[in-house]
């Protein structure tokens, strides 16, 4: 009788691996740790603050600016970067930065969101537009360009933003519509944080080596980029899985926006995020491994790296006369929306003969440069 009542006893709950008191309640796909909701709010916080503290990310005093879209990735950046402040006395002036593209359905909605999280944050929040910015919205645009490009000038314009807020405001430029000849002090920010995760960064090496962009697959990785230029960008969630943030975001019941760009069902970096997610399926770690792939390659040394200068026409970082949303404008301007898309080289790798802008300059295409050294 008491061997037929012990076979029908249920299994135990698998208790907390951390505090081996509670019950746990998820599985970390980095290390398949079995855990409960307050230790892996405790362990997912002291991640984030060991990356801030070892890589020295910021000093008292700075005015940080945490990139928001509504989405789960930048809605945990914003709470947790106001946790963590609050909590180790960081002594950072925080505030929301949204970039509004111009998508109708997508993110004036999502910036609707945004505008919640400033009260629950009591963050203040300052939005920039692609219209004010470049005098183009994306629905424009994709008007123009049709839906096969359009991440092209999206990517482009939005990696540009954070040093358009800084000085751009500060003198006239000719590619930008005049209205923005303003005081730099509207937006004079030391750092930008971004809620890129290490789903994201995994991506990013991959299509740098598929693309052979050794320039920036040398520098994808770091924690810190920019740093030669006007405004830093920082990424605490370097190291942290999108399923990890997912959960954070779930267990605590943010407030996030949660639709997927209409305008990006067929972007090229969707199907390397589909490859990798299939990967850590079959190995957990694979995204991390990824990365850290991505932070041992070594460029040739005698391999010719672009020179760094500056753009002619908005004084944006370029390693051509002009930067790459000059020349993007300048063909949607023209009415010549492909003139900077698509590649410059022949199938024989001799350079093509590319369309002249106005100033005489040429088509600016994405390039291939280096070898790798393993």
């Known amino acids: 009788m008491e ?28 290390n398949l740790e079995q855990i409960c909701r307050e230790c892996f709010y405790d362990a ?20 940080v600016a945490v990139g928001a879209s509504g989405g789960k990735d930048s809605t945990v950046l914003a709470y947790v970067m106001s946790e963590l402040n609050r909590r180790h006395q960081y002594g950072l002036e925080l505030f ?17 969101t945004v ?8 963050l203040p929040l300052k939005i920039v537009s692609y219209k004010d910015l470049y005098g183009w919205s994306m629905d424009e645009i994709v008007k123009a360009i049709g839906l096969k490009n359009n991440c092209t000038f999206c990517g482009v314009f939005r990696r540009q933003v954070r040093e358009l807020i800084y000085f751009v405001f500060a003198r ?22 971004t809620g890129h995760n290490a789903d ?39 190291f942290e899985n999108l399923d990890d943030i997912d959960t954070y975001a779930y267990f605590k019941k943010l407030d996030y ?29 694979a995204i991390l491994d990824i990365i850290k792939s991505g932070e041992d390659f070594r460029i040739s040394t ?14 944006y970082i370029s390693s051509q006369k002009w930067c790459k949303a000059c020349v993007l404008l300048e063909g949607l301007n023209r009415g010549l929306p492909k003139l900077g898309i698509g590649r410059t080289r022949g199938r024989n790798g001799q350079q093509r003969d590319a369309p002249q802008t106005n100033g005489g300059m040429k088509n600016i295409g994405s390039k291939q440069c280096g070898t790798l050294d393993f």
């Open 200 to 238: 994201d960064i995994a991506e990013t090496v991959l299509l740098n080596i598929l693309r052979g962009d050794i320039a920036r697959l040398g520098r994808c990785t770091s924690i810190t980029t920019g740093e030669d230029g006007t405004i830093p960008r920082c990424k605490p969630f370097n």
């Open 302 to 315: 005698t391999t010719k790296m672009p020179e760094q200068g500056t753009c002619e026409r908005c004084g």
């Open 115 to 122: 505008k919640r999280n400033e009260i629950q944050y009591g």
């Open 44 to 63: 997912f916080e002291e991640e984030i603050h060991k990356v801030i503290v070892q890589n020295q990310l910021f000093k008292p005093g700075e005015r």
């Open 3 to 30: 061997e037929s009542e012990a076979t029908t006893k249920k299994p135990r709950s698998r208790q907390c691996c951390i505090c081996k008191d509670r019950r746990a309640a998820l599985k970390r796909p980095k």
């Open 172 to 193: 006239p430029v000719v590619s930008l519509i005049p209205a923005l000849d303003r005081g730099a002090a509207l937006l004079k920010v030391d750092k930008l944080v």
């Open 257 to 285: 926006f949660s639709t997927e760009c209409i305008y990006s069902p067929n972007a090229y970096r969707g199907f390397a995020r589909e490859f990798i997610k299939d990967l850590e399926r079959i190995r957990p770690r």
């Open 96 to 112: 929301l930065l949204s970039v509004d593209e111009g998508i109708t359905g997508y993110r004036d909605d999502s910036l609707e």
